[in-house]
C-alpha cells in the first residue's frame, strides 16, 4: 500500500510539472516589483503568489561600467538555481532595468552591460534579456537618438544570436513604429517587450497593436497597466478579448505582472501580485 501511495505521489507531482511546462501562457512576477531585488526570498514568494515564474534584475547600474549583478559569482548563483528548482519557479528572464534612468544610446561604456548580462543568461539557461529603452532613449520624446539606438542594437542582436538567446526591447513607439524599428535593426535576436499601458496611456486600441506586432515580433509582455486597481477591475482592460487576440494570433509565452496595483494598498505585494496571479491564471490558464 505504502509504495502505491508513493507511486500515485509521483503521478501527480510529474503531472503537475508537466502541465506547468506546457501551458501556452505562463504567469510571472518581477523581483524588483517585489520589492525584493536579486534576493533569494523572491523565488519563495513567488511561490507563494501563484506564479509560475520570476523575472530576476541584473541589478543597479549608476555610472558603473556594468551592473551590479550578484549573480554573476558562482555561489549565489547556485543558490538562486537550487531554490528555484526547489520551488518549482522558472526564470523567464534577466531585466536591466538600470537602463530606465541610464541612457543606453549615450554612454560611452554600454557593451559590457549588455555582454554581462548575456553571459548571466547563458549561465542560468535564461532565453529572454529585457532591455528598456528608458527616458533618454525614448525615440517619440528624442528621435534624434534614432541611429544610436538602432546601431547599438544592431550590435547586442549579433551578440545575442551568437548566444542564441533574445534581447527584449520595450519602446513608447505604436506597433508600426516598432515593425519599422525592428526592420531597421534587422535582427531576429532583438524582439519587442510588450506593456499592455504604452498603448493605453496614449489612447491608442491595444488589441490592433497586438495584431500588428504579431505572432513573431513580440518575446513577451508586461501584462499589466498603471497603478491604481487590480487587473479584475480595470476597465481600460479586456482580458477575455486579449486572450482571445492572442489565441488567434497562435501567441505563446510569459505574461509578466508589472504593476496594476490596488493605489490604497501599494506595497501590499501579496495582496496585489496574488489578485493579479490569480486573475490571469483564471482567464488564460
Known sequence: MKKILILLCMII?????????????????????LLKRQKLGAITLAKQIGADGLELDMGGLGKRPTFENQLAVDSIRKQFIDKAKEQNIEFCSLAMTGYYAQSFCGREEYLKSIEDCIKTMQLMNVKVGFLPMGVQCDLKQNPSVRDSVVNRLKIAGKLAEKAGVTIAIETALSANEEVKLLAEIGSPAIKIYFNFSTPLKEGRDLYKELKTLGKQR??????????????????EIDMKKIKKTLDKMKWSGWLVIERSRDATKPRDVKGNYGANTAYLKSIFQ
Open 13 to 33: 507531482s510529474f503531472g503537475s510539472l508537466y502541465a506547468q511546462n506546457n501551458q501556452r501562457y505562463k504567469i510571472a512576477v518581477i523581483d524588483l516589483m
Open 218 to 235: 513580440i518575446s513577451m509582455m508586461h501584462c499589466t497597466n498603471k497603478d491604481g486597481v487590480w487587473l479584475q477591475n480595470d476597465p
